[in-house]
């Protein structure tokens, strides 16, 4: 079993940043791919970003390419995202989540394990 925790969520104006952070407890961390999704009210949940795990590959969202990156530190089995040039439309809880088996990083299926969320709020 691993249990993730996010934290780092709040309230911002367009154009700033945000850091989201996620703690691995539990069992290893190892090969384990990490990802963060997103949820808007009314909306379905959807992927934002993803990062192998020793972190040499990332895959990001359209939508979010350019403005967030994915990192890792698997020595304090933790994982980031960092959110730059953040847009009204960015609002949504955000969810991190493990992977620890093969399937396609981009559905929520293929994740073994998520987190609580923690709210990210873009006012304009």
């Known amino acids: 079993q691993v249990q993730l925790v996010e934290s780092g969520g709040g309230l911002v104006q367009a154009g700033g940043s945000v850091r989201l952070s996620c703690a691995a407890s539990g069992r290893t961390f190892s090969n384990t791919a990490m990802g963060w999704f997103r949820q808007a009210p009314g909306k379905e949940r959807e992927f934002v970003a993803v990062?192998?795990?020793?972190?040499?590959?990332?895959f990001y969202a359209d939508s979010v390419k350019g403005r967030f990156t994915i990192s890792r530190d698997n020595a304090k089995n933790t994982v980031y995202l960092q959110m730059n040039s953040l847009k009204p439309e960015d609002t949504a809880v955000y969810y991190c989540a493990a992977s620890q088996g093969s399937g396609s990083w981009y559905y929520g299926t293929s994740y073994d394990y998520w987190g609580q969320g923690t709210q990210v709020t873009v006012t304009s």
């Open positions: 990062i192998s795990w020793r972190g040499g590959t990332t």
